[in-house]
């Protein structure tokens, strides 16, 4: 089932009631303000995540959700980045309904200035496990990351690939300040991805890993996917983690 990550961030002065986040600027999805369009064809929320470190309430907001009631995000992840494990919602086996080319919001409120963050994954509908001959391979990149902007950049596998067709069934990123990672697939819409990590320790949200959130897309051995990173800060050594299953 295809999915993809967006996000938002706000840098609050203060927020004592719920004020909208700004969509972080996006190549794959039109973004315009506050404002996330949903995608016609991903119309459900598969997961997502509320973070900063003042963090007293978040929202997520769309007119199908408000025709119910809308989501009020908990746990909150109190802190700068991702804590270990993070405190993602996952929604993966009964994704919620947020309504096709909608303008999705992520609002909070703050007990003193911070920079918010909130993470969400679109889809098409419930997400199925992908049982197989998973492995993983190492990957790093050297990009210096523009800081709470997604930034691009290639990677180098550690080693290299038998000749054939890779499908990705899962995904760990690090570095010193990151928030998200998503993969871009040569000629594929979507842009799936994980919440981030910053230490060898962290222990990431086991959706992300092991086919539990389905293909996330596929790539020949000598053409891998690029990596969208989204950081806190100027960060210059990335790595990730790719669970494959070789189908050709």
């Not at 016609?40 to 995540?49: K, Q, R, T």
């Not at 990596?227 to 050594?237: E, G, P």
């Amino acid at each position: 089932m295809p999915h993809t990550l967006v996000a938002f961030d706000e840098n609050y002065a203060a927020a004592a009631t719920l004020d909208a986040m700004t969509a972080v600027p996006d190549p794959h999805v039109r973004t315009s303000g506050d404002d996330i369009w949903i995608p016609d064809a991903l119309p459900f929320l598969a997961g997502y995540i509320a973070m900063t470190t003042t963090l007293t309430a978040a929202r997520i907001e769309s007119p199908t959700l408000r025709t119910l009631t809308p989501i009020d995000v908990a746990p909150l992840d109190l802190a700068t980045e991702p804590s270990t494990p993070p405190a993602y919602i996952d929604l993966r086996a009964n994704p919620k309904l947020i309504g096709a080319g909608e303008a999705l919001n992520f609002k909070a409120t703050v007990s003193a200035a911070a920079r918010a963050l909130g993470l969400a994954v679109l889809c098409d509908g419930p997400i199925a496990p992908v049982v197989g001959e998973i492995f993983t391979i190492k990957a790093t990149n050297t990009s210096t990351l523009v800081a709470n902007a997604w930034t691009n950049g290639a990677l180098t596998f550690a080693q290299s690939l038998p000749h054939g067709t890779y499908q990705v069934v899962g995904m760990r990123a690090q570095s010193a300040g990151l928030i998200a990672a998503r993969l871009v697939f040569p000629g594929y819409a979507w842009r799936p991805g994980c919440v981030g990590c910053d230490a060898y320790s962290d222990l990431g949200h086991e959706a992300f890993r092991g086919g539990r959130l389905g293909a996330w897309g596929t790539f020949e051995h000598d053409v891998p996917p690029t990596v969208d990173f989204l950081s806190i800060s100027a960060d210059t050594s990335q790595e990730v983690w790719l669970d494959l299953i070789k189908i050709a």
